[in-house]
Structure formats: C-alpha cells, structure tokens
C-alpha cells in the first residue's frame, strides 16, 4: 500500500499537463517559486520543489503564467495550452538604476520566515556580521533567533525550546554530524564560503527528518555547476580559509575547501607573555577542516552530488610542575553520495548513501600513570525520497536505514605499580529503519496543511531493545490576506541516540549512548501556535507559543569518567522527565541601507529526577528566562559597512552551597535545591567594520574588523567557591571567583573573491 502510494502519481496522467523549472539569470534553481496560473477565469497555485521544477494538469485553453519569488522580477508568459508543454523560465535579479549607478533594490533577503516559524538564512547578505575569523558563525547566528538559548561564552552547543544539546540535528548536505564545534566554541564550526543556505526548524515538523527531539538544521552546500574557476577565501590572525569552484567539463564541476588555524604560532606566544606566573607551561591548540561538493549532470533527467566534510582538532597542554601531560583529539568525517533522478514532470526521486563518524579520545600521563578515555559513534545509512504530485497535491515519501555503532566510553589505565585496567567493552550496535510521507493539501482558499508520519522501527539486539514508534507531524497554516498569516503544529519525536554531557563548558569530552540494555529511547511532544505580519514592504513581525513534553531524559551526575568497578555506565545513568514552555517574537527590517531584527524569547525549563533535589521539580541548567538579541546592519555606501550584535541573556543555573559546617576541624558544605542560584545575566556587545576595495558579482576584496564583547562586560563562565577559616576558628568565610574565557576579543581578516 505504501508502494503504491508513492507512486502513484505514475499512473492516471491528465490529457494536458504543463511543467517546467524556474531558474535565476545565474543558472540557480529557485526553489519555493510561486508559480500562478490563470485560465479561463480560474486561478491555481504551485511551489517549485527544491530543484525549482513545478507541474500542473490544466484544461485546454489560453492561459498565463505569473511566476513570484522574492528578490527577483515578477515574469510573465501567456500561451494557448492544446498539448503537454515543458517551459523553461529564468528570472531576473530586482534592481533599480539611479543615476547611471546600478543599486540593488531587493536582494535576496538574508533571513526569510518559512511555514510554522521556520527560517532561511542567506550567508551572503550575512557576511557583515561580527565574527572573530571574518566569516559567518552558524551557530551563533542561530543563537540570534527565536526560541533559541544563548549558550554564553566557552560554550558552542545549541539549546533549542528548552532542550538539550544532544537534542538537536545538524544535517550537512543531507548527512548528520556528530561532532559539533571547536574548542569552546570559540571558532565558527562551518565554512561557510562552501554552504548555499541554511534551514531552521525549531520543532523538526518535517516527517522526513527524524532522530531528535527539538531542531533541525538544514546545512545545504553550492548545488550550482560553476561555469568558471573561482577563488574565494578569508585571511586572518587566527586563521584562514580558501574556496576553489572549478568546472570539469560542461556537465561537472566542483567545490573544494579548507581551513587552517596557526593559534599555536601567534595566540599562544602572546598569551604566555602576559602569563609569566602561569602554572601552565605549555599548551597547542589548532583545527582544520576540509569540504569538497562534486556535481555532474549522468543525463538529462539525472544527476550526482557528492559531498564531503572532515574536521580535526588536537589539544595538548604540558605542565612540568606536577609532571602532568594532557592530551585531547576529536574530530568529524562524513561522505555522502547522492542521485537525482527526474521520473516524469511531477516526479522526482532522491537516493543517497552516507557515512559518518565522530571520534574523541583523551590521554592523559602524570609520573608513572597513564589514563586514556575515547569515545565514537558511526552512521551507515541509505536515505530515498520521492517528491510527486496528486491532484495537484504535492507529496513525498521515502524510507531510510541506518546502521549504528557507537563505542560511549572505552577507560584504559596503566601503571608501573598496579596491572593494567581496562573497563569491560560496551561497544553498541543498532539498526534503525524509517518510512515516512508528507503532503500540504489546501484545504481551501486560505486554510493549507502540512500533514506528516514517520514510521520508526529500532532495534539493539534483543527484542526488549526493540522499539516501533510513530511520530505524526502536523502543521495547519491559515493567510486571511496577503499580509497575515497563522500557525498551529503538533510533532511528536523519539530520539534513539542520546548525548551524554560530562563538562559544563565546550571541551569535546563528551559521549554518544544508543538507546540498549535498559535505556529507553527519549521522547518529545510539541504544541506550538504562532503568526506572521507583513507590516510593510520592509517590515515584517512574528509571535509565537510553544509547550513541549519530554520523557526519558538522561543525566550523567559525574565527571569525564567514573572509576567505579562495582557499577556500569547504565547504573550511573539516571532518568526523568522535562517540560519547557514559552513565548517569542521578531521584528525584522529586510530592505534598505539599515537591515536586521530583533528577537525576544521568554520561556520556562524545568526537569524532574526521582534521585536529584528529592524527587522535586528543579529549574534546567540553562533555564535562562529572558533572551534578548538586536542585530544590524548598515550599508554606508559601496565601501563601508557595518555590523552590531547586542545580546542579553539571563544567567544559567547552578547548585550552590546554603551553609557549612565543621566535622573533625573540616569544612563540609550544605546543600537545599538543585540549581539554586544564577550566574550573572549575559550582556554583550559586537560590532564590526567592513571596507570594501572591489565589490561586484564576481569579484571582492573587503577588509573586516570585528570586536568581540566591545565594552569589555565580565561575563564569567563559572564560579569557583574558595573557603577560609575565620581567624577565630568557629566559622568560615566563602568567597567566589568567577572565571572567564575572555573581557574582549578583537580581530582582523581580509576576505576576498576572484
């Protein structure tokens, strides 16, 4: 049944049928396209699908093509329809000539609300924002949204409507990445010269994704066959970074990239003159990474993307006065293959391979000891997708497989005095199987649905590591007119794959668990409801709501590692329940010299534990009840521009001690609620300056200074209690220091394109 209702539209074809592809005057496929068509004074509507293709059956007659996308002019075509057409329409970038200068009008906008709240962003119209390398950091970009955490400093995850890091999905070119940023997060973790656009999902209500019980991140990298060699990268301090499209043929062609740090040869030598007292003799710190995008057209109707990632970071920090050797190696490699293939004109059909792993291992030495602690986890999976129409209702299913392997902690310690110890193997395996389908039928003239169902079987082993799950997805969006726009969603989400967090700041020791031997799959629900206003060409405003339910969640109350023979990694685990609700909103202004938004989220996150706080209800560790972010961009003229980024946050949560006490002479420290008190709010100031020696479509050259945290704001990343005795040995006096990664952070890059 489910076959035959993928393809389905194969059969039954109507006697006229009009198709096509919508592509811009650089040969980019334009998807989202609204493609409207007039006949006989009926009017219909189609969406270009992802690769900018639409179809429709329409009766016999004359008729016109009025084709919208934004950005770009508004085309028409009329025709006398008699038989089954194809057309091929290119339209052309909105500008305006004044005074013999060439102004653009209407660029594509750098962020675009999409149904249910999700977003689009535009890395090109969002490269004058600050950022330490000069290039666009993803994921801080992300943090400037709605519904999304601020992480704070020395801290690269994301934390999305109330959930965990581990509870968020990064797709690259359609494959997942495991690994999610550098040291700290610091360093933008994407090279974004390689990436087209970014898709954000905040609820995963797409049926086709699954595996995570908050968002979806969408990474989609150049899909376009260069038609000349093209150079472009970034040259910095800290860093720098190089892009080559290089055409192979004219069916082919390719995109490669890398990024190299030399931290090591200018950060460190800086940082040690300032630290003569320091403890810490020496320590190295440096990252690549690497992409490559092939494209080639096997024929008319197919064709062959691979893409590629592999990111690597090593961390090493000597200290000879208590003879102490650390070292710390993680890194992403993932590879994905993927056919396209176009059936008919209202169908077409995506098949992909990937493979993809994270590693981290830890070794440490001090005297005669020797420790190491690794970790991995391994994707192997095939993923199909049909996307077809039916009566005019578009559709797509598809299934995946994915075959797990994950190792969550391997503990090996030597010793010249003891044997050595190794902890038992609990290496995992699992395999998961999914099929799903989507379809947005208009239910009427202004009420269309987003409806979706994933199916998924997972299975560890035994039958009792087996889990059958459906996970419907739905979204109803309401347009009274052309200015207004409503929302409603429902998703409900099992995660299988479950991140363990051992360091409350961004040091990759952190482990990967599959859901066996007892450990049941975490799971999600979501209600959300929101609205979407066009205040004017310019202007346009967003409110929303949502709640969600989780069950299952993981703690892991101990450090990197728990030495403890007598226990297992399933003992030290423990299991709850979470809730998150809240409200946010946007303004955005997408036109004009000055561009930006601003974004407010106030929301509530709280868990419950049967072995933590009693068994009480206790706020999440980054429970921050306000999130306020202002972000803008000026455009002076054609060589100056500039960047802002103001953040507010409040401060997330952590257990402090209520009282000490003396037993045998010895301070002993008192504890009430889990999470009892807060860091300080988060405030912080960027700005940025852009100066441009050549700026057109194909060639730049632009100098970036960007400042990190301007005002110089301590915004510390956490609190160490330091006790005393009194001089009267009766009582003690506890003073806190905070700790912070940096008060200011300038830097300088030039980016450049030829």
Same mark, same amino acid.
């Given at each position: ?6 393809? @389905? +539209?194969?059969?039954?074809? %109507?006697?006229? $049928?009009? !198709?096509?592809?919508? #592509?811009?005057?650089?040969? *980019? ?79 594509? @906008? +750098?962020?675009?609300?999409? %149904?249910?709240? $999700?977003? !689009?962003?535009?890395? #090109?119209?969002?490269?004058? *924002? ?625």
């Amino acid at each position: 049944m489910f076959f035959l209702f993928c393809f @389905s +539209s194969l059969f039954g074809q %109507s006697s006229i $049928k009009i !198709s096509g592809k919508v #592509k811009s005057n650089e040969g *980019l496929n334009l998807s989202r396209a609204l493609v409207t068509f007039d006949i006989n004074k009926d009017s219909s509507v189609v969406v270009t699908d992802s690769l900018g293709m639409f179809s429709s059956n329409l009766k016999s007659g004359l008729v016109r093509l009025t084709i919208n996308h934004f950005g770009y002019i508004q085309k028409q075509v009329s025709l006398s329809l008699k038989k089954d057409t194809i057309l091929s329409i290119v339209l052309e970038k909105d500008m305006l000539f004044l005074k013999e200068v060439l102004v653009s009008s209407n660029k594509k @906008s +750098s962020i675009t609300t999409l %149904s249910a709240g $999700k977003l !689009s962003f535009n890395l #090109k119209e969002l490269s004058s *924002l600050p950022t330490i390398l000069g290039t666009t950091d993803i994921i801080k970009l992300l943090q400037l949204t709605p519904g999304v955490q601020n992480s704070g400093d020395a801290n690269g995850y994301l934390y999305v409507r109330g959930g965990d890091p581990g509870h968020n999905s990064i797709l690259y070119g359609g494959t997942p990445i495991y690994g999610m940023s550098h040291l700290l997060g610091v360093f933008p973790f994407y090279n974004t010269d390689h990436i087209q656009e970014v898709e954000f999902d905040k609820s995963s209500s797409n049926a086709k994704y699954g595996g995570r019980l908050s968002s979806t991140t969408l990474l989609i990298p150049n899909k376009k066959i260069p038609s000349q060699l093209t150079v472009q990268g970034n040259l910095g301090l800290l860093a720098s970074q190089i892009t080559l499209a290089v055409p192979v043929g004219k069916k082919s062609g390719l995109f490669i990239s890398g990024r190299k740090t030399y931290i090591d040869e200018i950060v460190v030598p800086i940082l040690n003159s300032f630290s003569k007292n320091s403890d810490v003799q020496d320590m190295k710190y440096g990252f690549s990474d690497g992409n490559l995008t092939f494209i080639t057209e096997i024929s008319k109707n197919n064709s062959l993307v691979v893409d590629a990632f592999v990111s690597a970071d090593k961390l090493k920090i000597e200290d000879s006065n208590i003879a102490l050797t650390t070292g710390l190696k993680w890194g992403n490699f993932s590879l994905s293959p993927t056919v396209i293939s176009k059936l008919s004109s209202k169908t077409t059909m995506s098949n992909a391979v990937y493979f993809t792993q994270y590693t981290n291992n830890l070794e440490m030495q001090q005297a005669t000891v020797q420790m190491g602690i690794s970790s991995f986890v391994q994707d192997f999976g095939f993923t199909n997708s049909v996307r077809f129409l039916v009566n005019e209702i578009p559709f797509e299913s598809g299934l995946q497989y994915t075959f797990h392997k994950l190792q969550p902690q391997k503990i090996e310690i030597n010793s010249q005095i003891a044997t050595a110890i190794e902890e038992q193997n609990n290496l995992i395996k699992a395999n998961e199987f999914a099929v799903f389908a989507t379809a947005k039928p208009k239910l009427s003239d202004c009420l269309i649905a987003e409806l979706g169902l994933r199916i998924n079987y997972y299975s560890s082993g035994s039958k009792s590591n087996s889990y059958l799950h459906l996970q419907p997805r739905m979204v109803l969006n309401y347009y009274p007119n052309k200015k207004f726009s409503f929302y409603t969603s429902y998703n409900r989400q099992n995660q299988y794959l479950s991140l363990i967090t051992t360091s409350s700041v961004g040091i990759p020791t952190d482990f990967w668990l599959a859901s066996s031997d007892g450990i049941s799959p975490q799971t999600s629900d979501e209600f959300s409801i929101g609205s979407n206003q066009t205040i004017s060409k310019n202007i346009a405003t967003s409110f929303g709501g949502f709640y969600r339910a989780m069950k299952n969640l993981l703690e892991y109350p101990y450090g990197v590692a728990q030495f403890n023979e007598m226990s297992t990694l399933k003992d030290d685990l423990l299991v709850g329940k979470g809730t998150a609700y809240g409200v946010e909103m946007m303004l955005r202004k997408n036109n004009g010299k000055f561009k930006g938004w601003l974004s407010y989220t106030l929301s509530w996150s709280t868990r419950n534990f049967e072995e933590i706080n009693d068994g009480n209800t206790y706020f999440a560790k980054y429970d921050r009840r306000h999130n306020l972010s202002l972000v803008g961009m000026y455009d002076l003229n054609l060589k100056w521009n500039f960047g802002v980024t103001q953040i507010f946050s409040s401060g997330n949560r952590f257990t402090m001690p209520t009282s000490w006490y003396f037993i045998n002479n010895n301070p002993v420290k008192e504890y009430s609620e889990y999470n009892n008190a807060q860091m300080p709010n988060y405030i912080r100031t960027d700005l940025s300056v852009n100066y441009f020696f050549i700026k057109s479509s194909k060639k730049e050259s632009v100098l970036n200074f960007s400042i990190y945290n301007t005002f110089i704001i301590e915004n510390p990343i956490y609190v160490v209690l330091n006790v005393k005795v009194n001089e009267d040995k009766q009582s003690v006096i506890v003073e806190t220091e905070k700790k912070y990664l940096y008060k200011i952070l300038p830097s300088i890059s030039w980016r450049f394109k030829f």
